[in-house]
């Protein structure tokens, strides 16, 4: 008897949702693989997709929300999207506009979000919009969308510096109807179920940046074998091999401090800080690791011969993404400061 495939889709969904769940440390060892070995990002993409499309309806979801929206995702046969940031707003969530309005026994939705990876190819979007605009954060709920829904569109799609397959996507959503029963939870819990998505997908999206910073660095050691100047081969000179040396440091480092808040997870621990902590030294890595791909490839590095220009492509879009290094960073001295009240 042939044997079922391994779905990578349904490693964030339980299995009586014919999902095929795996630790958060199972999938940050696996997702790093795929980003250094597929050295495409846009594979990794897909696999956050599977993440971000689902967590919160995992976690705050009802039975028939779980029912409905799961399994499908878990098949491999559909894809959901997020949609949290806005062309006025991305590192500060509370200050998103979209408007949920309670509308009989259901919402009317309005406004615009931008970036919503995957929207054009997704069958739902988890948005997130403001039921009560006089509660700041504690207004925004998340809401699951069947983007075949009247009032949802999909306006642009903007091709970006790198990640090619993605694009910028924006979406419209002008007097859209939904049912009440597409809340997430209940209203004014928005922002703790995006955040506690976010905990989860930032930790996995790390990985990727691991797994990229290791297929730039495998690409100039091995060029750096080959090609010789001035009768030695380049790795001979230390103004290029101690960088990479540093380079391969920090790769353990940064996967190590992943490992630490994937573990965390798996505990049952929070882990926003040691998250961020990861992501910031993946994201300089990742910068780092990219730009010496090209820099020992000289000239020919800068052209499509090499994969090292695509590498060097992606990592500078691929950073921004879940959140901002700057705002890892302010995650970070908010625990330092709050810890040590200064
Ligand atoms: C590849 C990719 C995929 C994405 N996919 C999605 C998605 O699926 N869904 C979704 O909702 N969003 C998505 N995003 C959007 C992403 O979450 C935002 O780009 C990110 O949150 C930053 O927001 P912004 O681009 O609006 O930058 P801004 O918030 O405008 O920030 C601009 C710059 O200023 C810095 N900055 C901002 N505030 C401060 C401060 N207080 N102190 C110091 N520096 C500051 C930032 O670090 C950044 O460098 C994606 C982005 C990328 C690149």
Not at 21 to 48: F, H, M, Q, T, W
Not at 83 to 93: C, N, Y
Not at 312 to 323: H, M, V
Request: aromatic share 8%; net charge neutral; proline share 4%.
């Amino acid at each position: 008897m042939a044997e079922e495939p391994y779905r990578y889709t349904g490693m964030h969904i339980p299995g009586e949702y014919e999902g095929h769940p795996r630790s958060l440390l199972d999938i940050v060892v696996i997702i790093e693989e795929v980003a250094a070995r597929g050295k495409s990002p846009i594979c990794n993409l897909l696999l956050e997709l599977a993440g971000l499309g689902t967590a919160a309806i995992v976690d705050g979801g009802n039975e028939e929300q779980k029912k409905k929206y799961l399994p499908p995702i878990a098949r491999g046969e559909a894809i959901g999207c997020f949609s949290l940031t806005e062309p006025g707003t991305g590192s500060d969530a509370s200050g998103i506009k979209c408007r949920a309005e309670r509308v009989g026994d259901g919402y009317v939705i309005n406004g615009r979000k931008r970036y919503t990876s995957g929207a054009h190819e997704s069958s739902h979007v988890i948005l997130f919009a403001v039921t009560d605009p006089n509660k700041g954060s504690s207004g925004i709920s998340v809401f699951v969308i069947p983007t075949d829904t009247p009032g949802f569109s999909v306006l642009e799609r903007v091709k970006c510096i790198g990640l090619r397959g993605h694009q910028d996507e924006e979406l419209l959503l002008k007097d859209c109807r939904i049912p009440r029963e597409n809340l997430i939870g209940e209203e004014g819990r928005g922002l703790h179920y995006g955040l506690k998505t976010l905990d989860e997908t930032r930790t996995t999206l790390t990985a990727g940046f691991i797994g990229l910073a290791r297929a730039c660095l495998e690409a100039a050691v091995e060029y750096a074998k080959k090609r010789t100047t001035f009768g030695k081969p380049l790795f001979q000179r230390q103004a290029l091999s101690f960088p990479l040396a540093d380079i391969a440091v920090e790769i353990d480092a940064a996967r190590l401090l992943n490992y630490k808040a994937a573990w965390l997870h798996d505990g049952g621990m929070k882990h926003t800080v040691e998250t961020a902590k990861a992501k910031v030294l993946a994201s300089k890595v990742m910068l780092d690791a990219a730009n010496m791909g090209v820099e020992v490839h000289g000239g020919f590095g800068c052209t499509e011969r090499h994969p090292v220009e695509r590498y060097y492509r992606d990592a500078r879009i691929w950073s921004f993404a879940q959140g901002t290094p700057q705002m890892m960073k302010f995650i970070i001295t908010r625990d330092l400061f709050g810890k040590y009240k200064m």
